[in-house]
């Protein structure tokens, strides 16, 4: 057991990918500045990569007090060593009571490794973060048993509390141009030879074009699609809308779209303005992808499916006539002047 008075404050690790900050980032420093007020600390910023200077004062926009730079050629992309390195070498040093982190591909990579070289435990993909009240340790809320269960998980013992939360689970706050906070540059480096990993070749189209967690529109198709040549009515009715294309679990495992498509528990975790279900059951490992959605339209031949009890707008129906009959419409909408 480590001493745990000698730690404090609350940091939050912002991700940065070719110089630009990943937002998931800012929406931790949303969630985590009143919860840092609440236990009269301060909310430090981690920010580490290469040409990040404008990420770490637009950090203090966001709510950090203070903000740790590390900006080195060689955390330029990310490699678990460098990265380990960096971000173990700083909590030594300054001794963070929690540190939140987000769950993105790298920061599930980093986050666990972190916490095993500093002997702490780690909760992953965390849906809430309170404050236990009785204790003062930090709260951290998931899904358990295939969602089915929601576990308060507590780390009493260890410290920093460390959490990991997926990109859109927590709505990113407004940008405060006026806040000020203190940027410390910390000098750390890693020499070549304890970076393991190479970067080859980065393959970017598909991950772009598929950026579910920063779309405002959404239409997802599940298994009632039928095939994955029947999906071109999914991608058609996504195109009139100006959305991207989502699905379920069952559509990924029916290999007829890759998983970063999907949504839900083991997938997206998503916050569109409007979320277009389509032959999608609406099992409860998929709801849990979509609660942040501000509206959703279902469409299914089930009176009965579970996805009617979260839509606000339902139509029961084949998808192989509804939806052509909404690209139609919407179609005209959008361009009166085609048929
Ligand atoms: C640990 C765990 C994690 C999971 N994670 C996820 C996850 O992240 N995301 C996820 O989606 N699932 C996840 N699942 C799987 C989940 O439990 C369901 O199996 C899955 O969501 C079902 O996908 P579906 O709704 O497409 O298929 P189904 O449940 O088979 O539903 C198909 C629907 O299509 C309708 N339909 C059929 N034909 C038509 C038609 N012609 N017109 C209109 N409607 C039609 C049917 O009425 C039905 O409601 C997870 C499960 C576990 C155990």
């Given at each position: 057991?480590?001493?745990?008075?000698?730690?404090?404050?609350?940091?939050?690790?912002?991700?940065?990918?070719?110089?630009?900050?990943?937002?998931?980032?800012?929406?931790?420093?949303?969630?985590?500045?009143?919860?840092?007020?609440?236990?009269?600390?301060?909310?430090?910023?981690?920010?580490?990569?290469?040409?990040?200077?404008?990420?770490?004062?637009?950090?203090?926009?966001?709510?950090?007090?203070?903000?740790?730079?590390?900006?080195?050629?060689?955390?330029?992309?990310?490699?678990?060593?460098?990265?380990?390195?960096?971000?173990?070498?700083?909590?030594?040093?300054?001794?963070?009571?929690?540190?939140?982190?987000?769950?993105?591909?790298?920061?599930?990579?980093?986050?666990?490794?972190?916490?095993?070289?500093?002997?702490?435990?780690?909760?992953?993909?965390?849906?809430?973060?309170?404050?236990?009240?009785?204790?003062?340790?930090?709260?951290?809320?998931?899904?358990?048993?295939?969602?089915?269960?929601?576990?308060?998980?507590?780390?009493?013992?260890?410290?920093?509390?460390?959490?990991?939360?997926?990109?859109?689970?927590?709505?990113?706050?407004?940008?405060?141009?006026?806040?000020?906070?203190?940027?410390?540059?910390?000098?750390?480096?890693?020499?070549?030879?304890?970076?393991?990993?190479?970067?080859?070749?980065?393959?970017?189209?598909?991950?772009?074009?598929?950026?579910?967690?920063?779309?405002?529109?959404?239409?997802?198709?599940?298994?009632?699609?039928?095939?994955?040549?029947?999906?071109?009515?999914?991608?058609?009715?996504?195109?009139?809308?100006?959305?991207?294309?989502?699905c379920s679990r069952a559509v990924v495992d029916a290999g007829w779209l890759s998983h970063i498509h999907q949504v839900g528990q083991s997938g997206?975790?998503?916050?569109?303005?409007?979320?277009?279900?389509?032959?999608?059951?609406?099992?409860?490992?998929?709801?849990?992808?979509?609660?942040?959605?501000?509206?959703?339209?279902?469409?299914?031949?089930?009176?009965?499916?579970?996805?009617?009890?979260?839509?606000?707008?339902?139509?029961?129906?084949?998808?192989?006539?509804?939806?052509?009959?909404?690209?139609?419409?919407?179609?005209?909408?959008?361009?009166?002047?085609?048929?």
């Open positions: 057991m480590n001493q745990l008075n000698e730690y404090k404050n609350m940091w939050v690790y912002i991700e940065t990918e070719g110089g630009k900050p990943k937002s998931v980032g800012y929406e931790l420093l949303s969630a985590a500045r009143p919860l840092a007020d609440r236990k009269c600390c301060e909310l430090v910023a981690v920010v580490i990569g290469h040409q990040v200077e404008s990420v770490a004062a637009e950090a203090v926009g966001y709510g950090a007090d203070r903000v740790l730079l590390i900006d080195a050629p060689e955390f330029a992309s990310y490699t678990t060593d460098a990265f380990a390195n960096a971000l173990v070498a700083l909590v030594e040093k300054y001794r963070p009571e929690t540190l939140m982190i987000g769950a993105t591909n790298n920061g599930r990579d980093l986050a666990p490794r972190v916490a095993a070289r500093i002997k702490t435990g780690l909760t992953a993909d965390c849906t809430e973060i309170g404050i236990d009240e009785e204790t003062g340790n930090m709260a951290w809320t998931r899904p358990t048993f295939g969602g089915n269960l929601m576990a308060v998980i507590m780390c009493p013992d260890h410290r920093p509390q460390m959490g990991t939360v997926r990109p859109g689970v927590f709505r990113k706050g407004a940008f405060d141009a006026s806040r000020r906070g203190e940027i410390v540059r910390e000098d750390f480096r890693v020499f070549p030879d304890e970076i393991r990993t190479k970067l080859i070749e980065r393959v970017q189209e598909v991950a772009d074009a598929v950026n579910l967690e920063e779309a405002e529109i959404i239409v997802a198709g599940g298994r009632g699609v039928g095939s994955a040549d029947n999906f071109r009515l999914i991608h058609e009715l996504a195109e009139v809308l100006g959305a991207k294309v989502g997206k975790t998503v916050t569109p303005r409007l979320y277009v279900a389509v032959g999608i059951s609406g099992a409860i490992q998929h709801l849990a992808g979509i609660a942040g959605a501000e509206k959703v339209l279902a469409v299914n031949k089930d009176p009965e499916a579970p996805i009617f009890s979260v839509a606000d707008v339902g139509i029961v129906g084949d998808l192989n006539e509804v939806v052509p009959a909404l690209i139609t419409a919407f179609r005209k909408r959008t361009n009166p002047a085609k048929p």
